[in-house]
Nanobody, 126 residues
């Protein structure tokens, strides 16, 4: 019943910006982790950013200072991407999981995320 629906992908030139959105429904979690992951062709899926129930955030070193993860009261997750680079080209996925107790989302392996969005393609040209 939990659904995550992504929007906002597209193609931009290097240095440009995009904002991804992930609308969630079907849950009322008090404690959770939500995050953004990406996968480029021929590469493993990697974590990009996470946010916890209290608004605490974490970022991969490769995107620190350029990307910002946030959420609103309507349970929509966002990823603001600035200063995009060709290496950012990938399929981006939002993901979420409800938790029994507070947990460090920075340390939560992606295999524990139970619900995933359909993916949004981000292409950055040089």
């Amino acid at each position: 019943q939990v659904q995550l629906v992504e929007s906002g992908g597209g193609s931009v030139q290097a240095g440009g910006s995009l904002r991804l959105s992930c609308a969630s429904s079907g849950h009322n979690w008090r404690q959770y982790c939500m995050g953004w992951f990406r996968q480029a062709p021929g590469k493993e899926r990697e974590g990009v950013a996470t946010i916890d129930s209290n608004g605490g955030t974490s970022y991969a070193d490769s995107v620190k200072g350029r990307f910002t993860i946030s959420q609103d009261m309507k349970k929509t997750l966002y990823l603001q991407m600035n200063g995009l680079k060709p290496d950012d080209t990938a399929m981006y996925y939002c993901a979420a999981v409800g938790l029994w107790a507070e947990h460090s989302c920075r340390e939560l392996a992606q295999r524990f995320y139970r619900y995933w969005g359909q993916g949004a393609q981000v292409t950055v040209s040089s």
